[in-house]
């Protein structure tokens, strides 16, 4: 029997197990995370995953001798496959509660930290064990004053920075409780005081932008599951482990340091929940089936009830809602990736945002205005019952999400931002040519429609040229006062 299921496996993925993973007598990997890196591996390859019960047949034709054990402490125990390891330069991550055995990677399941035999150099030991692709190793700038509090608050984010990146987070917050637990019998007087606490906030400026470059990265790149549930739930409790740690010191001093945590919070549970969806679109878009019952629904979209809707509520100018409607039937005619369409959407909310002086203003503005046209563009799918209706309302939450993590990320830290996030591609430019006359046609098509009492427009002829960009497009200035401003995507 497990020979049949061995000869059944894809060979991609045969080797995919042997590049990974090694046959190690005490070793243990946790059966439920080791098969959703094995779905992930298969939605890389475009294969179809068994079951988990198949995979186990498999994995055990692989590694023969592998065993199911039931590990962990009473009461929070998961089964494990026993008699296996993870290979040294594997990059899958496995959260320390599903590593078990002899691994060359530091665990942190019990209250002591397993470590290598050998002593790691100063070097390595500022290197993240977990792939450098899901974590960056930040450099902590130098804390202002050199008092005994400054010198040990030093010591100790550092060290709090480094556990960070090794993804040890219950080792982070032992190491919080225990530094202001000292703190506040120690430095009481000082904490309290008007300098003390502009110090602190000083120092916490510079070590929670640490955190944040460490722990935000590519929000579209393939984080393991396991790995941004960790980083969630380390972004809930980190106000609260705080909060707890700090009883004895001022009312004031306290709402200065969470006000400053939970802002951080914010973006990280944001980050989470955009990495999330890019997963689950991830598989829509690379599906040529599903991306091509999309375009067959979307041009059956009656658009110009949608623009009327949205200039009853809004200032927007008919061509620039054509031109986003031809852009995005575009995309979804030449496939685009998820980077291409995070591209897109920061170049529409770039030329938007740029039409005003107030940035940070303009991007909530533009926020409002994508949210509105989506949902219109929803409701037109849902009362034609698109097949591919789910498809739609996945891509809309992703896009929603994105454009609100694109808004936050403005307001912190300005319009720049939008030409250095990671993950993103940008798009050649959509020829003008191309849009008029697929927005001619468009308008022929549901002219002809209305005449011979069809219910819904016919499709839209397609488009061959360069997928969609809107930089080509980013209309000349013109007088506010004499003008109705431009607007993009998130304006229709």
């Known amino acids: 029997m497990a020979a049949h299921a061995l000869n059944r496996t894809p060979a991609a993925t045969v080797d995919w197990m042997h590049e990974n993973f090694e046959a190690c007598e005490g070793g243990s990997l946790g059966r439920e995370t080791l098969y959703k890196h094995y779905c992930d591996h298969c939605s890389g390859i475009g294969s179809e995953p068994v079951n988990q019960a198949s995979f186990g047949k498999i994995i055990r034709?692989?590694?023969?001798?592998?065993?199911t054990r039931r590990l962990g402490t009473r009461g929070n125990s998961k089964y494990h496959y026993y008699g296996i390891k993870l290979q040294d330069n594997s990059t899958l991550f496995f959260s320390p509660d599903q590593i078990g055995g002899a691994h060359n990677r530091y665990r942190t399941g019990g209250k002591k930290t397993k470590k290598p035999k050998s002593e790691?150099?100063?070097a390595a030991a500022n290197e993240p064990v977990i792939p450098a692709q899901y974590v960056r190793t930040p450099v902590l700038a130098a804390f202002p004053g050199s008092d005994p509090f400054?010198?040990?608050y030093n010591t100790h984010c550092q060290e709090a920075l480094r556990a960070i990146c090794a993804a040890e987070f219950e080792v982070v917050r032992t190491l919080w409780t225990q530094f202001w637990g000292t703190a506040v019998k120690i430095y009481t007087s000082l904490l309290n005081s008007d300098e003390g606490m502009q110090l602190?906030?000083?120092?916490?400026?510079?070590?929670?932008?640490a955190v944040e470059f460490a722990l935000v990265v590519d929000p579209l790149c393939r984080v393991p599951e396991s790995l941004i549930k960790e980083i969630r739930q380390f972004a809930k409790t980190m106000e609260s482990v705080h909060v707890d740690a700090m009883q004895g010191l001022s009312e004031a001093f306290v709402l200065c340091r969470t006000t400053r945590i939970r802002a951080l919070a914010k973006v990280i549970r944001r980050y989470t929940s955009l990495n999330h969806l890019a997963q689950a679109a991830r598989t829509v878009v690379a599906n040529a089936e599903q991306v091509g019952q999309m375009f067959k629904d979307v041009n059956?979209?009656?658009?110009r009830a949608v623009q009327a809707q949205v200039q009853i509520v809004f200032d927007c100018q008919t061509a620039t809602l054509q031109q986003l409607e031809a852009e995005f039937k575009q995309g979804l005619e030449k496939r685009n990736t998820l980077e291409l369409w995070a591209g897109w959407l920061q170049q529409v909310a770039k030329r938007y945002?740029?039409?005003h002086a107030d940035h940070a203003a303009a991007a909530k503005g533009f926020q409002t205005r994508w949210c509105f046209c989506s949902s219109l563009v929803i409701r037109d799918l849902t009362l034609r019952s698109a097949t591919s209706?789910?498809?739609?309302?996945?891509?809309?939450?992703?896009?929603?999400?994105?454009v609100m993590f694109m808004v936050e990320e403005i307001g912190t830290k300005g319009i720049a931002v939008l030409d250095n996030q990671p993950g993103s591609q940008r798009i050649p430019p959509l020829p003008a040519a191309t849009v008029a006359a697929a927005t001619a046609a468009a308008a022929a098509a549901a002219a002809a429609a209305v005449v011979n009492g069809s219910a819904a427009p016919q499709p839209a002829p397609t488009m061959s040229n360069a997928a969609p960009s809107i930089s080509s497009i980013m209309p000349p200035a013109t007088n506010h006062a004499t003008a109705a401003p431009s607007v993009g995507a998130g304006e229709t």
């Not at 034709?61 to 065993?67: A, E, M, R």
């Not at 059956?300 to 658009?303: E, I, N, T």
């Open 61 to 67: 034709s692989v590694f023969p001798g592998l065993k």
């Open 120 to 122: 790691p150099s100063a």
């Open 150 to 152: 400054c010198s040990a």
């Open 200 to 209: 602190v906030s000083q120092c916490d400026e510079k070590f929670w932008a």
């Open 300 to 303: 059956c979209v009656d658009f």
């Open 353 to 355: 945002v740029l039409r």
């Open 389 to 402: 209706f789910g498809s739609f309302h996945l891509m809309r939450l992703l896009f929603d999400e994105y």
